[in-house]
């Protein structure tokens, strides 16, 4: 049985896995490329620029996703350059659980760590780890009145001290 791919005659393979079109490669779009050639009617035979026209739009594809590559490699790069300078700033996270709870973590950012899934992890000097993207306040650790989760209940926590005109006004992360 034969099936027809854009009036190109291909072959269905029984050892050929199926693959989403996402996972398809230049080299993919070539083959299908001169297998329409080769199965074309001699009688009337492609255009010139129908010909032109799938090729450049194969190298528009390939450029796309060469630049969506690029791209998530400099995101990355930009997330690991802020991440790193929250070193020493006393931080509160939020985060949700699945059962909708929110939980509030504080603590001076001790650490940066990256997980395998490409999340920016933070470790804090009370032993917890947040997420970079659930930080919701950033502020020097001197404004917290200390350091850990202790400081965040302490008078004058993690605000402007009126003895140094609010200098030290928390930084705010929406």
Do not use: C, H
């Amino acid at each position: 049985m034969i099936d027809t791919a854009a009036g190109v005659g291909i072959a269905p393979s029984a050892s050929a896995p199926r693959r989403d079109v996402k996972s398809l490669q230049s080299e993919d779009f070539f083959k299908l490329l001169i297998t329409e050639l080769q199965q074309q009617d001699p009688l009337e035979p492609s255009k010139t620029e129908d010909m032109i026209g799938q090729v450049s739009r194969i190298r528009s594809i390939e450029q796309g996703e060469s630049l969506n590559r690029e791209l998530g490699k400099l995101a990355a790069a930009q997330q690991a350059s802020g991440a790193g300078t929250l070193l020493g700033k006393y931080v509160k996270a939020e985060a949700t659980d699945d059962a909708g709870i929110v939980s509030t973590t504080t603590g001076v950012v001790t650490g940066v760590r990256f997980a395998d899934d490409g999340t920016t992890l933070l470790d804090l000097d009370s032993g917890q780890t947040v997420r970079l993207q659930d930080v919701k306040q950033v502020t020097s650790s001197e404004s917290a009145g200390g350091t850990g989760a202790a400081a965040a209940d302490a008078p004058g926590g993690p605000t402007a001290s009126p003895k140094n005109g609010g200098a030290n006004k928390p930084f705010w992360l929406f």
